[in-house]
């Protein structure tokens, strides 16, 4: 059986600013960004090329989503943005203004440390420990 997440969906405040957030402060890529009616896009951002799954940035409409806008998963980390440089993107998202709420530590699983996206939703940023022998 072959199955992925495709997409996962992030509620946003406002398209463009988080379309500006994503593409310009995270370097995403922006993958899709149609018109669906007049209030509603389908914009699809990706933290790399080669990404598997998107998220999908939909914006809050009725008063229960806004509420939901920056506590996607009730204040947990909710996303976890992976690296192959975890030095080179940390330094650079602090250059662009990224709040992290802890210092970078390294953990069993890999270097790691809590940020907040631009509404307010928990991130780890993450570089992976290469697995060790026999996993």
Known sequence: MNRSIGYATLLVRDYDEAVAY???T???RLVCDRRVSDEKRWVLVAPGK???TCLLLAKATTPEQEKAVGAQCGGRVAFFLHTDDFARDFQ?????GV???EAPRVEGYGTVAVFKD???NRWDLLQLSPPADGE
Do not use: I, N, S
Request: aromatic share 16%.
């Open 22 to 24: 994503f593409t310009r």
């Open 92 to 96: 650079r998202m602090r250059e662009r």
């Open 50 to 52: 080669d990404a598997g």
């Open 118 to 120: 631009l509404c307010g």
């Open 99 to 101: 709040v992290f709420e």
């Open 26 to 28: 995270l370097d995403f």
